[in-house]
């Protein structure tokens, strides 16, 4: 898949990640929650500070910095390969897009915007699905669709050499 596309791709998940943050931001004080489908999904607004579910809340500035070496290494794979299968590339760039919407979060306020809150589940944004997404398409390519070169199927201990001289 071109690296255009998929630009294109993380491009759309920063946009739709920071424009529902924004309506959030304008409709829901912090700590509020509504209820939007029955007692399953509420809109609940947190500042979250940390990683995933909170985690490693003092580590901020390490967050930010991780998650621009990580961006950076997508974007470096996203480059290289010229030809990357297509779900491979859009997983990288669900979690490209998903990054860099986080991020902007963290440079802007210090903290992440997260307000989709399944009440079995901790409250999240639409860049931690994209991010989760991305990762789940990558896991599908890697255990249903990577193929073994021919080479590669069968091991080292099987070569010639490695099997030393008989007696």
Same mark, same amino acid.
């Given at each position: 898949?071109?690296?255009?596309?998929?630009?294109? @791709?993380?491009?759309?998940?920063?946009?739709?990640?920071?424009?529902?943050?924004?309506?959030?931001?304008?409709?829901?004080?912090? #700590?509020?929650? !509504?209820?939007?489908?029955?007692?399953?999904?509420?809109?609940?607004?947190?500042?979250?500070? #940390?990683?995933?579910?909170?985690?490693?809340?003092?580590?901020?500035?390490?967050?930010? +910095?991780?998650?621009?070496? +990580?961006?950076?290494? @997508?974007?470096?794979?996203?480059?290289?390969?010229?030809?990357? /299968?297509?779900?491979?590339?859009?997983?990288?760039?669900?979690?490209?897009?998903?990054? !860099? #919407?986080?991020?902007? *979060?963290?440079?802007?306020?210090?903290?992440?915007? *997260?307000? @989709?809150?399944?009440?079995?589940? /901790? +409250?999240?944004?639409?860049? *931690?699905?994209? @991010?989760?997404?991305?990762?789940?398409?990558?896991?599908?390519?890697? +255990?249903?669709?990577?193929?073994?070169?021919? *080479?590669?199927?069968? /091991?080292?201990?099987?070569?010639?050499?490695?099997? #030393?001289?008989?007696?």
């Amino acid at each position: 898949m071109k690296a255009r596309y998929l630009y294109v @791709i993380a491009l759309a998940v920063v946009a739709l990640d920071q424009a529902s943050k924004h309506l959030a931001l304008s409709r829901l004080p912090f #700590g509020s929650s !509504v209820p939007v489908v029955g007692s399953a999904v509420h809109l609940t607004m947190v500042r979250n500070a #940390g990683g995933a579910f909170g985690l490693f809340q003092s580590w901020a500035g390490l967050l930010t +910095v991780i998650t621009i070496a +990580v961006a950076a290494v @997508i974007i470096v794979l996203i480059r290289r390969r010229t030809a990357l /299968p297509g779900l491979v590339g859009v997983g990288l760039a669900l979690q490209l897009g998903g990054a !860099v #919407g986080n991020l902007i *979060d963290r440079v802007r306020f210090h903290y992440v915007v *997260d307000f @989709i809150d399944l009440r079995v589940w /901790p +409250v999240f944004n639409l860049a *931690d699905s994209a @991010i989760t997404l991305g990762l789940l398409l990558l896991a599908y390519y890697l +255990v249903f669709c990577e193929r073994r070169r021919p *080479d590669a199927e069968s /091991p080292a201990s099987d070569s010639p050499a490695s099997q #030393g001289t008989k007696d």
